[in-house]
């Protein structure tokens, strides 16, 4: 059973850093997509990093880019996001999801861990 566990939340001052990360347990494939996704209050989720495992190939929203850096440690079945320069508007919970890239296109996501950031 694949499963995505969040951690790293809480709660920072703007201007800070937190360090998310996902740990994957279950995975029968590597050609997978690792995403993280936030949704703010009040508001829709949104996809704002993505990283290939194939390649290592990432994408970032205009939102959060410059500012996040999402990367993998295969060991340890982990995905990083890295945030610094944290702005209240980066409230949100944050999720990873998983995306296997075969006929099933089957998706993954974790529960989530709340970000806040205040003024």
């Known amino acids: 059973e694949v499963q995505l566990v969040e951690s790293g939340g809480g709660l920072v001052q703007a201007g800070g850093s937190l360090r998310l990360s996902c740990v994957a347990s279950?995975?029968?494939?590597?050609?997978?997509?690792i995403g993280w996704f936030r949704r703010p209050p009040g508001d829709e989720r949104e996809e704002i990093a993505c990283?290939?495992?194939?390649?290592?190939?990432?994408y970032y929203s205009d939102l959060v880019k410059g500012r996040f850096t999402v990367s993998t440690d295969n060991a340890k079945n982990t995905v990083y996001l890295q945030m610094n320069n944290l702005k209240p508007e980066d409230t949100a919970v944050y999720y990873c999801?998983?995306?296997?890239?075969?006929?099933?296109?089957?998706?993954?996501w974790g529960q989530g861990t709340q970000v806040t950031v205040s003024s």
């Open positions: 990283i290939d495992n194939a390649d290592g190939s990432t």
């Open positions: 279950g995975f029968t494939g590597d050609d997978y997509v």
């Open positions: 999801n998983a995306v296997f890239l075969d006929w099933s296109l089957s998706t993954y």
